[in-house]
Nanobody, 125 residues
Framework: VQLQASGGGLAQAGGSLRLSCAAS????????MGWFRQAPGKEREFVAT????????TYADSVKGRFTISRDNTKNTMYLQMSSLKPEDTAVYYC??????WGMGSSSARVYDYWGQGTQVTVSS
């Protein structure tokens, strides 16, 4: 399974960006996925996760109410709509996918078997 993240870029504070994560290879739509981010000099942190069906989502407190995670299983693609961006959202954003099927998602990076290459998001004040 390969994951390709895209959609990052430069935005002003208060602006919006939408990230995409396309899965290819021996994929199945029946796996939970998630977004993580890593700012310079900081540990990688959880952002959001979505269950295999899309029916369950969980967010980090820092992004709740501003970010929305979604997926389109017909396209093997996950999205992260980011609104009301803040300078502290600046980071490399990584998408991840569990290897086991039927997962409900997790905030722990350890459960994810596949990772994308990351896409840079920079928010200016």
């Amino acid at each position: 399974v390969q994951l390709q993240a895209s959609g990052g870029g430069l935005a002003q504070a208060g602006g919006s960006l939408r990230l995409s994560c396309a899965a290819s290879g021996r994929t199945s739509s029946s796996a939970a996925m998630g977004w993580f981010r890593q700012a310079p000099g900081k540990e990688r942190e959880f952002v959001a996760t979505i269950s295999w069906s899309g029916g369950s989502t969980t967010y980090a407190d820092s992004v709740k109410g501003r970010f929305t995670i979604s997926r389109d299983n017909t396209k093997n693609t996950m999205y992260l709509q980011m609104s009301s961006l803040k300078p502290e959202d600046t980071a490399v954003y990584y998408c991840a996918r569990e290897g086991r099927p039927w997962g409900m998602g997790s905030s722990s990076a350890r459960v994810y078997d596949y990772w994308g290459q990351g896409t840079q998001v920079t928010v200016s004040s």
